[in-house]
């Protein structure tokens, strides 16, 4: 098959707003979770005081968080695909997301029986937890090319990642101020925390179920097969024919190594601060409101500059605001010490503030770029498939990232093994160098124009 750049995909009429809103409402529910269990509280109260030891540097949390995180994110490469495959089938990506979204929302309520002491169940919860939310991640982006255009889905994906930290902002700035610290002390209130995230995100995705539809038509299930083998027959059919989709797969490589530095940076980037920065609580929620807002900016911002200079040159500018992020946040406590000779009376804590406006720019960006660039290279009837894969880079990532990261931090450090974040980005941009966005999106459009389809109004 011959693909030139000079074709084009059949038009694509966006979606209406209502439902683009419903879209995006499901990244704002989300948000509670990954903030408030993976991010921002349970993670610390999880490492230093669920397992807590002190004298290790919380060394053994540290690496146990690391191992059920990774574990949750394997189960996504195993299974996310397969469901994606089956969902394309049958016409139902909107059963599995809310098969996911209620599996998530259950087990983080649960989460409020892990006490002291209890690190067992803890992993299993926390393993269940976020294997529904990841994998609900892929679910929900499955949806993205039926909203619009491919000139439109940087601005409709980035809509999506700043509500998102806008319903972060909400679920977690209540839960700074009315649970308070993350420390034995304060347990009896802060073990909330797994109920109101549960609740939040209960609430929240509803616009989601009532506003979003479902495109597509099901197929009759042939005699003598079921879904799963189904699934798993278009999966490798479309491993086989994924090599014709060349600039997504080598994408796919690139979002591999970048995710994998997002993910660290997720889950440690707190516990980093309370760790080696030695932050106050104030501070601490300072820093939360820097990241979210400026993680919103940078989202809806970058949104807009992807549609007019391209996804994958807005990518790579994420990507490289990424290594600067990473860098200041290695260089906090040195640059500090440095300052202080000179006269300057700061503390860590404080310097580490600027450098939380780096890393939010980054955050919600590159993620959204991400998330588009992969849009634009999916056919129509294999959009779900797609982001199965995309999902699968991603989660695969995540075991990768986490992993390697908990590994190190117990031979050199947490301080030292951020660094490991920054030579990941540096991959990330020399992989994607070599994708090429017009033959991708011209693959994409032939594709389409073969099978006769067109998106739906």
């Given at each position: 098959?011959?693909?030139?750049?000079?074709?084009?995909?059949?038009?694509?009429?966006?979606?209406?707003?209502?439902?683009?809103?419903?879209?995006?409402?499901?990244?704002?529910?989300?948000?509670?979770?990954?903030?408030?269990?993976?991010?921002?509280?349970?993670?610390?109260?999880?490492?230093?005081?669920?397992?807590?030891?002190?004298?290790?540097?919380?060394?053994?949390?540290?690496?146990?968080?690391?191992?059920?995180?990774?574990?949750?994110?394997?189960?996504?490469?195993?299974?996310?695909?397969?469901?994606?495959?089956?969902?394309?089938?049958?016409?139902?990506?909107?059963?599995?997301?809310?098969?996911?979204?209620?599996?998530?929302?259950?087990?983080?309520?649960?989460?409020?029986?892990?006490?002291?002491?209890?690190?067992?169940?803890?992993?299993?919860?926390?393993?269940?937890?976020?294997?529904?939310?990841?994998?609900?991640?892929?679910?929900?982006?499955?949806?993205?090319p039926d909203l619009g255009p491919p000139e439109d889905l940087g601005k409709i994906s980035g809509f999506g990642w700043a509500l998102g930290y806008v319903g972060g902002l909400f679920a977690a700035g209540f839960t700074l101020a009315f649970l308070g610290a993350a420390t034995l002390e304060n347990f009896d209130r802060i073990r909330w925390v797994g109920p109101f995230a549960g609740a939040f995100f209960l609430l929240a995705a509803i616009p989601t179920f009532l506003w979003v539809r479902e495109r597509g038509q099901a197929r009759a299930l042939p005699a003598g097969q079921n879904y799963v083998t189904i699934g798993v027959r278009r999966l490798w059919q479309t491993w086989k024919e994924l090599a014709q989709f060349r600039d997504l797969a080598v994408f796919l490589i690139s979002v591999f190594f970048a995710m994998a530095g997002i993910y660290i940076i997720i889950a440690f980037a707190f516990i980093y601060g309370a760790q080696v920065?030695?932050?106050?609580?104030?501070?601490?929620?300072?820093?939360?409101?820097?990241?979210?807002?400026?993680?919103?900016?940078?989202?809806?911002?970058?949104?807009?500059?992807?549609?007019?200079?391209?996804?994958?040159?807005?990518?790579?500018?994420?990507?490289?605001?990424?290594?600067?992020?990473?860098?200041?946040?290695?260089?906090?406590p040195q640059v500090t010490a440095f300052l202080n000779t000179l006269g300057v009376d700061w503390e860590a804590q404080h310097l580490f503030l600027v450098v939380g406006v780096l890393a939010g720019l980054s955050l919600g960006s590159s993620q959204s770029a991400s998330r588009a660039l992969v849009g634009i290279f999916s056919p129509t009837a294999k959009a779900a498939e797609f982001f199965?894969?995309?999902?699968?880079?991603?989660?695969?990532?995540?075991?990768?990232?986490?992993?390697?990261?908990?590994?190190?931090?117990?031979?050199?450090?947490?301080?030292?093994?951020?660094?490991?974040?920054?030579?990941?980005?540096?991959?990330?941009?020399?992989?994607?160098?070599?994708?090429?966005?017009?033959?991708?999106?011209?693959i994409a459009a032939d594709w389409d124009r073969r099978e006769g389809l067109e998106k739906p109004v």
């Open positions: 098959m011959t693909i030139t750049a000079g074709q084009a995909r059949p038009p694509r009429i966006r979606a209406p707003k209502k439902e683009i809103v419903g879209w995006a409402m499901f990244d704002f529910a989300n948000q509670a979770y990954t903030l408030l269990i993976i991010t921002v509280i349970f993670n610390e109260l999880f490492t230093t005081v669920i397992v807590g030891d002190r004298n290790d540097d919380y060394r053994l949390g540290n690496l146990l968080w690391s191992i059920a995180l990774a574990t949750s994110y394997f189960l996504v490469v195993l299974s996310g695909p397969v469901c994606g495959a089956i969902m394309d089938y049958t016409a139902a990506k909107k059963r599995f997301l809310f098969g996911s979204y209620l599996a998530t929302v259950v087990s983080t309520c649960l989460l409020y029986f892990v006490a002291p002491g209890f690190i067992v169940l803890g992993m299993i919860l926390l393993i269940i937890s976020n294997y529904a939310y990841s994998i609900g991640e892929s679910f929900i982006a499955s949806f993205l920065i030695g932050w106050d609580e104030s501070i601490r929620n300072i820093m939360f409101i820097i990241v979210q807002i400026t993680a919103a900016v940078g989202a809806i911002g970058f949104g807009f500059i992807q549609d007019r200079i391209g996804a994958k040159v807005t990518y790579i500018g994420t990507l490289s605001l990424w290594v600067f992020a990473v860098l200041a946040i290695w260089g906090t199965g894969f995309w999902g699968l880079a991603n989660k695969l990532a995540g075991v990768f990232g986490i992993l390697g990261l908990g590994l190190l931090q117990v031979a050199v450090g947490l301080h030292m093994a951020i660094l490991f974040c920054a030579a990941l980005f540096i991959a990330a941009i020399s992989v994607c160098l070599f994708v090429n966005q017009t033959r991708g999106a011209a």
